[in-house]
């Protein structure tokens, strides 16, 4: 079997597992964003499923692979809105902290320390599949992006998000966040892994899939908040896409 881990990658999230939930830890900057992610996420779901968002657990029915699950900051929200959630994650110290969470948080979530390649090659398939800033830490874009295809079921819906490669997202992602305001550990990213929208979708379209959508998540430091942007996607994006 393949695989497009990157053992680099993986050890330096190995290295923060224990702060996951800590709103003020290594992981503040995922947990600022967390609220943005989700209105994308949700509202994505809801839309390509026909689901009512004001009814009673909407995604009932759903089976949702959040892939690079670390703590389970999505998983959690996703299970709460009623689907059946499985987390995956090449780091084997995040799964023990999303699983504890999980249990104090009344949630059965299906934590798994695996990879995409290993669950397509077991045949899994899923409704949804969120993909959120992970790709820029694989080995192998496009294989990653053909594993997660295939764990798509037909009508299947893809959520991918990660970092434009240009000189501004070099000046806030690694500079900003992690030498200057040291949100992150240095070296958390490589600015040469970040991939250009116009770069993900050919990838995603590659492996499979229709991009439907793209959309950037733009930080404000004055009302330190993020926000949802369908022009400015020079930093954070998210896209959807779907199977056919």
Known sequence: MTTTVDDSEIAKFEAMAAEWWDPNGKFKPLH???????????QQIAAEFDRDLTGEKPFRGLRILDIGCGGGLLAEPMSRLGADVVGADAAARNIP????????????IDYRHTTAEAMAE???QFDVVLNMEVVEHVADPAAYLTACQQLLKSG??????????NPKSYVMAIIGAEHIMRW???????????????ELFDLIAKAGLKPVDRTGFVFNPISWSWSLSDRDLSVNYVTASIKP
């Not at 299947?156 to 490669?165: E, K, Q």
């Not at 992150?184 to 116009?198: A, M, V």
């Open 156 to 165: 299947g819906l893809m959520i991918c998000s990660t970092l434009n490669r």
């Open 122 to 124: 077991d045949g899994e």
């Open 97 to 108: 902290v999303a699983q504890v969470h999980a249990e104090q948080s009344g949630l059965e």
């Open 184 to 198: 992150l550990p240095k070296g958390t990213h490589e600015w040469s892994k970040f991939i250009t929208p116009d």
């Open 32 to 42: 600022m964003l967390n609220p943005c992610r989700l209105d994308y996420i949700v």
